[in-house]
């Protein structure tokens, strides 16, 4: 009896009526993740990865991961090795081996040769400029190539001289033959061969012709018994022609592509070559800054891929483009963390505060706990005393109305410890403030029953006398949510202060992590351990703030 699959999207429902009407043995489910090795995958290929594996995965099949090398001048064994370890961070693991394009070149160029005797492809003479200035228009049919017709003969010669090495880059192509006049420009007689002599990353200097992406990328698919080529909108004019190359391949089961959405993100930029050119212009540190988009630079960042996979359960899968706000990626990895992630107290911009009525020297524990949401994470002991740092904004020397934390001659608790009264300001001759003096009200220690006294304000802290320096980044988006295509180049558009490097001030506890861990800054949002952490000084990046602009927007909508 088959197994009954609810389908969450339309894509299931596709591969339920398959299932139902018996289009592959079995009911068997491919799927495959097709990935260009020349660079980093971004925040779009998230979803296309979740989409594919998720889908192998219900369905009890499998997903392949087959690279498009089919352009040695762009792509090198660095992507590759990147982008097969961004499959596996996100939690995925693909059929084995891996798959390459430049695994079928022999197989692909023999179904070359048998469209040419089929009829249906022939080698092209005219150069790139030629070709594209006779295909003419959605208003104007293309203009037939003066080399179409020749023989099935001369065809097959040529074609096998293009493979020799007889002709130089761009003097002849492989051309499909289909119909200049096609509403489709698609189809206006696409190449599939052009000669490249460039040395490939696996291939070395074998074959200096190379298929194009639109042929390559069907007959590869059949090739592997792929059943369902997932891809996403922009290909959807293409699917004629991913059809119409399937005639080279003789087996009974042949894969079908369905489209989807893509996925667009608020301030982020999804094209390979904008990002390549922020890296190589020097706005970003590498394609692993923590303010890019790709998947390696959102894993710097401390996002984790649990809340990646969220983000994409909540999104769905659409059949029109669309952008999701930032603001609903920043919830899921908000969400994902605030019950898993440690507390610690850390002061990012310090300003000293000396309690002139604690004694000298001395020095107490007091008890916070480790993740208030949390109670199994326990607790941890905290050093307290005469010397403190708190954060510069939780001082005010003329409040404003409604401020609550720290003021002349107003009260506020430290957080775990006591209620403090700001006495005094100590600035320097221009007029910055060097040290807040103030007195510890002794009786008002959390725990005990002086600590009833109530008081508006809650300040964190860390002791001055057990301080642990770090680095703080602090991160602001690359492009403003709000931005307008106002048709200025992008790189005008980049947020020239999206970096702030703070030299901060941590408690001990933080020395009991390493690179890699995330926990929260109490009051200042999640951060992650940075790689560029060494032995004797900690450098942390800011995950995201505690402020979740979309848990409000989902509250209003509900």
């Not at 430049?102 to 023999?110: A, H, I, R, T, V």
């Not at 096998?160 to 002849?172: F, I, L």
Request: glycine residues 6%; hydrophobic residues 35%; proline residues 5%.
């Amino acid at each position: 009896m088959e197994e009954k699959r609810e389908a969450a999207n339309f894509i299931e429902a596709e591969i339920n009526k398959d299932i139902a009407n018996h289009v592959y043995k079995n009911g068997r489910v491919l799927t495959r993740f097709p990935p260009e090795p020349n660079g980093y995958l971004h925040i779009g290929h998230v979803k296309s990865i979740c989409l594919n594996f998720g889908i192998g995965k219900k369905y009890h099949g499998e997903t392949n991961v087959r690279f498009d090398d089919t352009n040695p001048t762009k792509e090198e064994v660095e992507y590759v090795n990147s982008i097969l370890e961004d499959v596996k961070w996100l939690g995925f693991q693909w059929k084995e081996p891996v798959h390459y394009a430049s695994d079928y070149f022999p197989e692909l160029y023999e179904f070359a040769c048998k469209l040419i005797r089929m009829g249906l492809a022939y080698v092209d003479d005219q150069t790139s400029e030629e070709i594209h200035d006779t295909r003419g228009d959605l208003n104007h049919p293309g203009k037939e190539s003066p080399w179409r017709n020749r023989s099935v003969e001369e065809n097959l010669k040529l074609f096998q001289e293009m493979k020799e090495g007889k002709y130089k880059d761009g003097e002849k192509v492989l051309r499909a033959k289909i119909d200049m006049a096609s509403p489709n420009m698609v189809m206006r007689d696409p190449v599939i061969y052009r000669i490249l002599h460039a040395t490939h990353h696996r291939t070395g200097d074998a074959w200096c012709i190379y298929p194009l992406y639109d042929f390559a990328h069907p007959l590869s698919d059949a090739l592997e018994g792929i059943t369902h080529s997932i891809c996403t909108l922009e290909f959807e004019e293409r699917r004629p022609l991913y059809e119409w190359c399937l005639q080279a391949f003789d087996g009974e089961e042949k894969p079908r592509q369905i489209e989807f959405a893509r996925l667009n993100v608020t301030t982020m930029i999804t094209s390979k070559r904008k990002l390549r050119r922020m890296v190589e212009a020097g706005v970003v540190s590498g394609w692993d800054d923590p303010r890019m988009p790709t998947i390696s630079g959102i894993r710097r960042r401390g996002y984790t891929p649990e809340s990646l996979r969220m983000f994409c359960d909540q999104i769905g899968v659409a059949k029109a483009d669309n952008v999701v706000s930032i603001a609903q990626l920043e919830h899921c990895i908000r969400e994902d963390l605030k019950g898993k992630a440690p507390r610690i107290m850390t002061v990012l911009d310090p300003v000293k505060v000396v309690l002139t009525n604690y004694p000298e020297g001395q020095i107490e524990y007091v008890t916070l706990e480790n993740n208030s949401e949390n109670e199994e994470m326990g607790t941890r002991q905290v050093p307290f005393s005469r010397n403190l740092y708190i954060e510069r904004d939780d001082f005010m020397e003329t409040p404003a109305k409604k401020f609550f934390r720290m003021a002349p001659g107003k009260e506020v608790r430290l957080k775990g410890a006591y209620i403090v009264r700001c006495d005094e300001v100590v600035k320097d001759e221009e007029g910055h403030i060097q040290e807040i003096r103030c007195t510890c009200d002794m009786d008002t220690r959390s725990g005990t029953p002086g600590a009833d006294r109530k008081v508006k304000g809650t300040l964190h802290w860390v002791c001055a006398d057990t301080a642990v320096d770090i680095t703080a980044r602090l991160y602001d988006y690359l492009i403003s949510p709000d931005d307008q295509d106002d048709g200025r180049d992008f790189m005008e558009k980049i947020n020239k202060d999206s970096l702030t490097v703070l030299h901060s001030k941590a408690e001990p506890a933080i020395l009991d992590y390493k690179v890699g861990d995330r926990f929260q800054f109490l009051r200042k949002g999640y951060f992650i351990i940075d790689k560029d952490t060494t032995e004797g000084h900690i450098v942390v990046n800011r995950i995201v703030g505690l402020k979740d602009s979309w848990a409000k927007i989902q509250k209003k909508q509900g």
